[in-house]
């Protein structure tokens, strides 16, 4: 047993495999996309920067209530002159063309979302840029058969839907949002994220390329009060809004009495069950990718691993062991598994909480990994020994930090999962069919995963319980929220009229 | 599976299966602890060996990586058309890869037929033996009326005792599949024992035995880690993937299943076993993504001739050609590798 080679015991230090940054030109900077075109915003420029090294981007326009009122204007123009009265046929082909040209330029969208959010461009390249198409493709192909789809009588656009999406997923957030809209005859007024607006500037050059028609889709990067100027503003008809429960429930109250429909997709604090029966290789696996896929920053993410107490020694030994496996650093680097937090920010609150469950006696332990001096990093840690009451067993946590805690019995697992306020996601790890059925069942969850974790379809409608939100996005539902049915509404008529 | 269970790799297997088991060795035993083993998820394993296929090896990893594929390849020859001169020619590539580069690495050991052992440790000569010569590479038999295995035990050890006498280093046999699929594991087992034995030379050291399960007749992944439970339980050295006469041979998937048990069967006896895929391996390409599951999976020590092997005719061609692009620059031409 000699004749290990050195060579081969280097292996594992896989040479830097970087993807090309030169498919990517960055303009120095980027305006509000209003009626079709790049116009300055009102508010004070800010710059975009690469959470892995703190490097600048580019500098983004910032808009203000003003920007808004000219955003929302030309929306309504849009939506009232052309987009309304188009059929949808014809607006279905606007769509595919999106999709085609998310696909022609996936690999510089790919780049530019790495860039920009700090995910590793395996993600970018693998999951975000190609969800991105398939929900542009899907939403496509329903725009001409609302009327056939048993919604009602004549199905139709609401008229112009405000939009707020976040950082954590931000070209494929501003698909889910803006293909629905579209595809049922909305216009769009959306926002990207103050730390993540580079890909949404970049999308509006391929509405350009489509040749959309100006108006239909606006994009206005800004402050959060330019978000609450776009939520309060009189002529919006919808509000859809993904980001953080406190924020939600502000949306909520500011439009309370008001006709807009709102749908709101927010936090979680997502229970994965692994019971004694499990495929344990698969659940292993299924547990890294409900915490560690883009580094926990994901609102679904399995956070809580609720597991069965006689395999918790095995299941946490395993886990660390596939943990040393994991490859922190260059987002860049296409074989990097786990990229940066995405803003200080963010890291702040994951440090903290950590710091708590710390406090609170849970036992810590962080892959052995060198994190980059410079940019926002964090290790992937798991917590053992967490007690329900813990902070770190309530609170979301947003970081790739997963809390470990036991159970006994089925009843004990579903009551332990469900012991949250809120019910975004829940997996659950058995190879006896009958207990996955009926553990489902009880559980409060918008979206269950059996044997798998983080996956999503644009045919599967996606959204929460309780503080996780309401209204569903994606299949047949993700359209709905966007339309009404019915008589013309007269005093929305006259009010279309005089616009 | 947590706790450790001392068990001696130099005990007998059937000892050794006892301990394992809790109790004598018996189908009803067997069925116990195979069955009791956590199923693997068919979905799952796919998606994680198609990610572990995703990883870039570039530059100084490639040619690391390349050398290495050389050296563990099993360099195979197994036709009813085989000769004692096309035997010669295997061997002669074996010894000496790439004719205009020196530095390449020599293959780990030639596969052949029983009846063409002699003439493979014949063409060696003096470089005969991996452990034993310096530079020195096995000769491996396959054996046990492969690649169906539908011969009465008798005929089987016999084939076995004479490759092994004529100087096979390594036996690869077949499981007999038909025996496995209807539930007869003390059979399977019981085969696997004897022919561990008729791998017995006269001064006592054993050939090394490879246990083929022909994965592509066992269809289901459960049906796969079963097998390769049952194998290492009854004393094989290493775990093999397919004959390469059935399709689908080897995959990456199914590899990685049996790196699984094999990784499992450390952590619970300390004893490491060995894995080869056989049949399907043809480029550089797709021999990196074997590497690579290895290393993820049961770590980097297992990239040695002991605990790893490529079952290959023409990997080694497509590797010797992405070589010499490494130091070229330039893809060469098929023609400028010799054929065996």
């Not at chain 1, 009122?69 to 939506?79: E, L, P």
């Not at chain 1, 839907?161 to 579209?182: D, G």
């Not at chain 1, 949250?420 to 559980?443: E, F, H, N, Q």
């Not at chain 2, 390594?170 to 019981?190: P, Q």
Request: aromatic content about 8%; charged content about 20%.
């Amino acid at each position: 047993m000699t004749l290990t080679t050195p060579s081969a015991l280097d292996f594992l230090d896989y040479a830097p495999a970087p993807e090309s940054r030169g498919i990517l030109s960055l303009r120095e900077e980027y305006g509000l996309f209003i009626d079709g075109e790049y116009v300055e915003g009102h508010g004070t420029p800010f710059a975009t920067i690469s959470p892995s090294t703190g490097e600048h981007l580019a500098m983004m326009a910032a808009g203000n209530a003003e920007d808004v009122d000219r955003a929302v204007a030309a929306a309504r123009r849009a939506y009232t002159t052309v987009w309304s009265r188009m059929p949808g046929a014809e607006r279905a082909k606007y769509l595919f063309r999106i999709a085609r040209l998310v696909q022609e330029r996936s690999r510089e969208l790919a780049v530019a979302e790495s860039l920009d959010n700090g995910k590793p461009i395996k993600e970018t390249r693998d999951f975000d840029v190609p969800t991105v198409a398939a929900w542009f493709f899907y939403y496509a192909g329903w725009a001409d058969k609302l009327e056939h789809a048993g919604l009602g009588p004549d199905p139709r656009g609401l008229g112009v839907a405000a939009q707020i999406i976040p950082w954590n997923f931000p070209l494929m957030m501003l698909a889910w949002k803006i293909a629905p809209a579209l595809a049922a005859g909305n216009t769009v007024v959306i926002k990207p994220a103050s730390t993540t607006p580079l890909t949404a500037l970049l999308f509006a050059d391929i509405l350009q390329q489509a040749d959309l028609p100006a108006g239909v889709v606006n994009i206005l990067s800004g402050p959060g009060s330019m978000g609450s100027a776009m939520v309060e503003h009189p002529d919006v008809d919808k509000v859809a809004f993904t980001g953080s429960t406190e924020i939600g429930r502000g949306i909520a109250r500011a439009i309370s009495g008001s006709r807009k429909k709102l749908t709101l997709e927010l936090g979680g604090k997502g229970a994965n069950i692994v019971f004694d029966d499990a495929p344990i290789d698969a659940a292993i696996e299924g547990i890294v990718s409900g915490i560690f896929f883009n580094q926990g920053q994901v609102c679904c993410a399995g956070s809580r691993l609720l597991v069965q107490e006689s395999i918790h020694d095995e299941v946490v030994e395993r886990l660390k062991q596939r943990l040393t496996t994991l490859r922190v650093g260059d987002p860049l680097d296409k074989n990097t598994d786990v990229g940066a937090i995405n803003s200080a920010s963010q890291l702040k609150t994951i440090t903290d909480l950590a710091d708590a469950g710390e406090a609170e006696g849970a036992v810590k332990w962080s892959a052995p990994c060198v994190l980059p001096d410079r940019g926002f990093w964090y290790a992937p840690t798991i917590f053992t020994g967490v007690s329900t009451s813990h902070r770190i067993a309530r609170e979301e946590i947003f970081g790739p930090v997963l809390s470990v805690l036991t159970f006994r019995t089925p009843a004990e697992a579903i009551a332990k999962a469900n012991n949250t306020p809120y019910g975004l996601s829940a997996g659950i790890w058995s190879d006896k069919g009958s207990r996955v059925l009926a553990v489902v069942d009880r559980l409060r969850a918008g979206v269950v995963w059996a044997n798998t974790f983080n996956k999503f379809d644009p045919a599967s409608p996606f959204g929460g319980y309780k503080e996780s939100g309401y209204g569903r996005e994606g299949g047949l539902p993700g359209i709905q929220s966007y339309l009404t049915t019915g008589p013309t509404d007269a005093v929305t008529a006259a009010k279309g009229s005089t616009k | 599976m947590t706790s450790q269970i001392p068990v001696k790799a130099q005990n007998a297997p059937t000892d050794r299966a006892a301990e394992v088991l809790g109790g004598p060795v018996s189908d009803t035993s067997l069925r116990r602890y195979l069955e009791g083993i956590p199923g693997v998820d068919a979905v799952g394993l796919e998606a994680r060996a198609a990610s572990l296929g995703t990883r870039s090896i570039k530059t100084t990893s490639k040619a690391r990586a390349l050398d290495t594929i050389i050296s563990l390849i099993d360099l195979t020859t197994l036709e009813g058309a085989d000769t004692p001169g096309k035997v010669r020619s295997l061997v002669a590539k074996a010894l000496t890869p790439d004719a205009a580069d020196p530095t390449c690495p020599r293959v780990a050991a030639v596969c052949v037929y029983g009846d063409m052992v002699a003439s493979a440790v014949d063409a060696l000569g003096a470089s005969h033996g991996l452990d034993t010569a310096p530079g020195g590479i096995n000769v491996a038999a396959v054996a046990t009326a492969f690649p169906s295995g539908r011969a009465s035990r008798s005929v089987k050890l016999a084939d076995t005792a004479e490759a092994v006498a004529a100087g096979a280093d390594e036996i690869d046999m077949v499981i007999d599949r038909g025996a496995f699929l209807s539930g007869r594991y003390g059979e399977v087992f019981d085969e696997i024992v004897a022919v561990k034995e008729a791998c017995r030379r006269p001064d006592g050291r054993y050939a090394h035995l490879k246990v083929i399960l022909e994965t592509g007749e066992l269809n289901t992944y459960d049906n796969v880690r079963r097998a390769s439970w049952l194998s290492i339980l009854a004393g094989g050295d290493f775990i093999k993937t397919s004959t390469g006469k059935v399709a689908p041979a080897a995959t990456l998937p199914v590899t990685l299943s049996m790196l699984e048990v094999v990784r499992d069967w450390y952590r619970l006896t300390g004893e490491r076993i060995g894995v080869k895929p056989a049949g399907g391996i043809r480029t550089s390409k797709d021999a990196i993504k074997y590497l690579v599951t290895v290393a993820e999976t049961t770590g980097v020590e297992w990239l040695q001739p002991h605990l790893f092997r490529f079952g290959a005719s023409s990997l080694l061609n497509d590797v010797l050609l992405q070589r010499q692009k490494l130091s070229t620059g330039h893809y060469s031409a098929p023609d400028y590798v010799t054929i065996d």
